[in-house]
């Protein structure tokens, strides 16, 4: 199975700050690259897919970027309603998800 | 508008079987893919499988393999998923998402439903 890696674990960010954060694959997966966030208690929501397409309705601030292993998702503007856990997970093979990066508002 | 709702909470001992439902609304049910994906209290998303509600093709995670059982009522758009021979690491919150097509993403997930295995 391919191994997806977070980082960081998790981050505290001030309201407006850019936030980062990198998923990177154990093997190439070129664009196959998607983006959850999860709050407490309920289900993960699609932000992001094949690498970089905004899924409908998610607010513009966020985006993604990269291929074959490393890639990112970006927070322009963090905004209250972000605080979070964010993954990555890989649809080239046999779906696995990354271990999860906590974002909380400082 | 899309949905997918799940059946409730369930408490088995070890040793029992699970059957959680999915059901679905607001889309062609025959279209669209269905997976099954778990979460440990506090840990992160474990994929199990998938199932093409059309066809009644299913694929199973390796560690799920002999264990699983995924399969769907097209009359009532609904999906289920079984699981055997419990055991307490298998206590975790189940969810249902909806998936284009097999090496896709998941679009629309279920609320899903906790199963708390314990003697």
């Known amino acids: 199975d391919i191994q997806m890696t977070q980082s960081p674990s998790s981050l505290s960010a001030s309201v407006g700050d850019r936030v980062t954060i990198t998923c990177r694959a154990s093997?190439?997966?070129?664009?196959?690259l998607n983006w959850y966030q999860q709050k407490p208690g309920k289900a993960p929501k699609l932000l992001i897919y094949?690498?970089?397409t905004l899924q409908s309705g998610v607010p513009s601030r966020f985006s993604g970027s990269g291929s074959g292993t490393d890639f990112t998702l970006t927070i322009s503007s963090l905004q209250p309603e972000d605080s979070a856990t964010y993954y990555c997970?890989?649809?080239?093979?046999?779906?696995?998800f990354g271990q999860g990066t906590k974002v909380e508002i400082k | 508008q899309v949905q997918l709702v799940q059946s409730g909470a369930e408490v088995k001992k070890p040793g029992a079987s699970v059957k959680v439902s999915c059901k679905a609304s607001g889309y062609t049910f025959t279209s669209y893919d269905i997976n099954w994906v778990r979460q440990a209290t506090g840990q992160g998303l474990e994929w199990m499988g998938w199932m093409n509600p059309n066809s009644g093709n299913t694929g199973y995670a390796q560690k799920f393999q002999g264990r699983v059982t995924m399969t769907r009522n097209t009359s009532i758009s609904t999906a289920y998923m079984e699981l055997s021979s419990l055991r307490s690491e298998d206590t975790a919150v189940y969810y249902c998402?909806?998936?284009?097509?097999?090496?896709?993403?998941?679009?629309?997930w279920g609320q899903g439903t906790l199963v708390t295995v314990s003697s």
């Open positions: 094949a690498a970089s």
């Open positions: 998402a909806r998936a284009a097509a097999a090496g896709s993403f998941f679009d629309y």
């Open positions: 093997q190439s997966i070129s664009s196959s």
């Open positions: 997970q890989q649809s080239y093979s046999i779906p696995t």
